[in-house]
Nanobody, 122 residues
Framework: QVQLVESGGGLVQAGGSLRLSCAASGRTFSSYAMGWFRQAPGKERAFVARINWSGASTSYADSVKGRFTISRNNAKNTVYLQMNSLKPEDTAVYYC???????????????WGQGTQVTVSS
């Protein structure tokens, strides 16, 4: 398994930006697609974005499309989530994970990080 550590969360005003990072240990990072999920209080963990092993293919939840960008640097074993035009409804704990399945449900991902809190004030 790979170990993942998220960082970059914080408090930001609506309309602002944050960049999350997810640092991975292990030599197999570049072999896997990676994803970002988020979980708001009282809600289930929800898919946000996914990137394939090379970075050539990305997918997004409709709620973040056009505002968030996922990217990766395999030389640094790191995946990023650039979040622009943030809204209060983006407030959640954000997690990165390794994709081992074929769909975008949480069950298709493993090696979850500890999460980083993002809070967007109105």
């Amino acid at each position: 398994q790979v170990q993942l550590v998220e960082s970059g969360g914080g408090l930001v005003q609506a309309g602002g930006s944050l960049r999350l990072s997810c640092a991975a240990s292990g030599r197999t990072f570049s072999s896997y697609a990676m994803g970002w999920f988020r979980q708001a209080p009282g809600k289930e963990r929800a898919f946000v974005a996914r990137i394939n092993w090379s970075g050539a293919s990305t997918s997004y939840a409709d709620s973040v499309k056009g505002r968030f960008t996922i990217s990766r640097n395999n030389a640094k074993n790191t995946v990023y989530l650039q979040m622009n035009s943030l809204k209060p409804e983006d407030t959640a704990v954000y997690y990165c994970a390794r994709m081992t399945g074929s769909d975008y449900g949480a069950e298709s991902f493993d090696s979850w990080g500890q999460g980083t809190q993002v809070t967007v004030s109105s």
